[in-house]
């Protein structure tokens, strides 16, 4: 509990600070930035998993009821921007690969699921059952992640300054109808994470509050003193993923995923600017949506930037549960085509990382 207080403390404390500056997202990466700081300090955090969970519930239903009638009517552009969105996973996958491949000389299971943008834990989960250079694959989608929350909220902002393209309906006012909202959300989230369904403790909750809001039950959007603690638990929870490694081991492994994090933004740039020019829809909307990030730090960006919540949600969730579902597939068949087996995969190049 002094860990988990200590990491809501210092999360807090820095997304305070990136707000009173101005810094886009400022409660999602200050309080990121924040905790790893603490940690390459010598400070534990902390963040249990009934919070984590909690924080998944309250983003889900925050998306859910931002969710209204004219958003359904929106929706019939989305399948094509989900064909292209699946069209830009493929080449930030293939380009990676071949980058760590050939130019940072790693063994292609490590590289291949170094690269895989997004689902960390299911990437994490289904390498272990490689021989892949696990910390490499650790530290590479780590770094990857906070480079887009660091960098992506002041790359948007410069993009549209001024705009304001998601214009929700205002928020709840009665305390009964938010009590009555989180406890049909927490159900619905718990009930899909039972049944084993891909990031069901968010996705229940969206589906949940987006029905109570489009069938009139509740209106209006749960109250802000609900997103900001989800931001700080999410910041808080990106920063604790570093607490493995030593600043050294993160320092030597900032080039190589800082030049992954490149490569897969330029393609998920130009895969967004495509769905633009097609869709009509706006670069920096589209390229929220496409950027290889977490479900969760995507989504939770799209409100602090005013974007539409409701279509960077199901685009991010489309790739989560594609991912989760084709996955263990793909990634059999491509390292097959590589000569690599599951289990027994080529040795790897010696890592710089420090083995503990």
């Not at 919540?309 to 996955?327: D, E, K, N, S, T």
Request: hydrophobic share 60%.
């Amino acid at each position: 509990m002094r860990d988990t207080a200590a990491g809501l403390l210092i999360g807090a404390l820095g997304g305070l600070v990136f707000w009173l500056v101005g810094i886009p997202a400022p409660w999602l990466a200050g309080s990121m930035l924040a905790a790893i700081v603490a940690i390459f300090s010598g400070v534990k955090v902390g963040m249990p998993d009934w919070l984590r969970a909690m924080s998944f519930i309250f983003l889900g239903i925050q998306t859910g009821t931002s969710v209204t009638w004219d958003t359904v009517d929106r929706a019939a552009q989305w399948p094509l921007s989900i064909a292209f969105l699946g069209l830009t996973v493929v080449f930030v996958t293939w380009a990676c690969t071949a980058y760590y491949v050939k130019r940072s000389g790693w063994d292609a299971a490590t590289a291949l699921f170094a690269s895989l943008p997004g689902a960390l834990s299911l990437v994490l989960l289904l390498a272990s059952s490689t021989k892949a250079d696990m910390r490499r694959v650790t530290i590479a989608q780590c770094i990857r992640l906070f480079f887009l929350v660091a960098a992506l909220p002041t790359l948007i902002s410069w993009m549209s300054p001024a705009s304001a393209y998601h214009a929700g309906p205002g928020e709840i006012g009665s305390m009964v109808d938010i009590l009555l909202l989180i406890a049909v959300s927490a159900a619905a989230g718990y009930a899909l994470e039972w049944m084993r369904v891909p990031a069901g403790l968010m996705l229940g909750p969206m589906l949940a509050s987006a029905g109570l809001e489009l069938s009139g039950v509740i209106s209006g959007t749960a109250p802000a003193f609900v997103l900001i603690p989800a931001n700080v638990v999410l910041g808080v929870m990106i920063g604790a993923r570093f607490s493995h490694f030593t600043f050294t081991e993160f320092r030597e492994a900032l080039k190589e995923g800082f030049s992954g994090f490149l490569i897969a933004l330029a393609i998920a740039l130009a895969g967004a600017g495509i769905t633009s020019a097609v869709s009509g829809l706006p670069l920096a909307l589209t390229l929220l949506a496409f950027a290889p990030g977490g479900l969760d730090a995507m989504t939770i960006m799209a409100f602090a930037l005013n974007l539409d919540p409701a279509y960077v949600g199901a685009h991010q969730m489309a790739r989560y549960i594609g991912l989760a579902l084709l996955m263990p597939l793909v990634t059999a068949y491509v390292l097959g085509r590589m000569g690599v087996a599951a289990g027994a995969t080529a040795p790897a190049q010696p890592s710089k990382l420090k083995d503990r």
